[in-house]
Nanobody, 118 residues
Framework: EVHLVESGGGLVQPGGSLRLSCTAS????????MTWVRQAPGKGPEHVSS???????RYADFVKGRFTISRDNAKNTLNLQMNSLKPEDTGVYYC????????????WGQGTLVTVSS
């Protein structure tokens, strides 16, 4: 069975850092594009960052220069290093996997809550 399990969320002060991790199981991790999506309170989901199977990377404009996505195919792990956090970064962060053809986000983790507040 396919699973994505996020960890690393929590409460952090503005300007602080957090590192999110996502552990994948039940599929060949290195064969799939992966994406971090977040959902702020009262808002819809929004793309944060994607990493393709061959290593290409894309960031949303609002995280460029602050967040770094990475993957370790040997450990079936997707990571998101978040620096210089802002209150508007608060939300639930989801690890997601694209479908076989790269058309839509097929698999979602349960999410991990990030709260940026003083």
């Amino acid at each position: 069975e396919v699973h994505l399990v996020e960890s690393g969320g929590g409460l952090v002060q503005p300007g602080g850092s957090l590192r999110l991790s996502c552990t994948a199981s039940g599929f060949t991790f290195g064969s799939y594009h992966m994406t971090w999506v977040r959902q702020a309170p009262g808002k819809g989901p929004e793309h944060v960052s994607s990493i393709w199977t061959k290593g290409g990377i894309r960031y949303a404009d609002f995280v460029k220069g602050r967040f770094t996505i990475s993957r370790d195919n040997a450990k079936n792990t997707l990571n998101l290093q978040m620096n210089s956090l802002k209150p508007e970064d608060t939300g639930v962060y989801y690890c997601t996997r694209w479908d076989d053809d790269g058309n839509y986000l097929e698999i979602w983790g349960q999410g991990t809550l990030v709260t940026v507040s003083s």
